[in-house]
């Protein structure tokens, strides 16, 4: 009987971590306005973009990882709803050996269906293969290098477009974790800071992003369960008629469960 009020006390917890999280954020996103019409070249937009992050664990070295989403921005111009899916797997150093880390192999899909309500719906087919390369530099602050390659193939009635498209993605992200401060070992605390750089090798004239600045927080509930978000910069193209380069402020929540 203890345990049973212990587990309904912790998802009683969540679930009011949760909804607190998507009132404030959907609060910060609805009190900023647009300084400039979407139209415009240089244009500040906001954006809200809310996921769900599961992931399995196949065997000890193979993991299935997938997220779903959706995304707007402030102007209500669009919706954009987003499922990916990915194969990863953990394998032995090659180089640096050294050095306490691990190497991992990814590769996958991704679907993004655009509602665009001042033009062409549109739907994107992305496979993208990575390699992700990650170092502990302390006992706390972990370092992630990811180098991706994507695919872009762009399903749209929009007539003299170009639908395919081909470009290279360097993340690099370090992680400062808090996780048995003040709380217990499983619990507490992290914060995760990230740069983000995109290279067309073939463009694609819709979101095509040229680079992303994304600081953040989150909370780690236990070793399977994390809640975080993040307000990022994004310079991005986009096709509206026409290139035009925006500024875009994101506010980002992300539930991550693993399995």
Not at 77 to 84: C, E, L, T
């Amino acid at each position: 009987m203890q345990y049973n009020s212990h587990v309904f006390c912790n998802k009683k917890y969540v679930k009011g971590i949760l909804t607190f999280l998507t009132i404030f954020f959907i609060g910060l996103f609805k009190g900023y306005t647009q300084n400039a019409p979407l139209e415009e070249d240089n244009a500040f937009t906001q954006q809200l973009w809310i996921s769900l992050a599961p992931s399995w664990k196949l065997k000890d070295s193979t993991f299935l990882k997938t997220d779903v989403g959706y995304r707007t921005v402030s102007s209500n111009d669009w919706d954009r709803f987003v499922a990916r899916a990915g194969y990863e797997k953990t394998i032995k150093p090659f180089i640096l050996k050294d050095l306490k880390r691990y190497e991992s192999y990814i590769g996958g899909i991704g679907l993004f269906h655009l509602n665009n309500k001042s033009g062409h719906n549109s739907l994107e087919i992305r496979p993208f293969q990575g390699y992700r390369l990650n170092f502990d530099l302390t006992k706390r602050i972990h370092l992630t290098n990811y180098f991706r390659l994507e695919e872009r193939f762009l399903i749209t009635a929009q007539e003299n477009s170009n639908h395919f498209g081909l470009r290279f993605r360097y993340q690099i992200m370090a992680n400062i974790g808090l996780q048995g401060f003040l709380f217990s070992d499983k619990r507490g605390f992290y914060f995760p800071v990230g740069i983000e750089f995109f290279y067309n090798i073939v463009e694609l004239s819709q979101f095509s992003d040229v680079i992303r600045v994304t600081p953040g927080a989150g909370y780690q509930f236990d070793r399977s369960f994390k809640i975080q978000g993040m307000l990022a910069y994004h310079y991005t193209e986009q096709d509206i008629g026409g290139i035009y380069k925006t500024n875009d402020i994101i506010f980002r929540l992300k539930v991550i469960k693993s399995f």
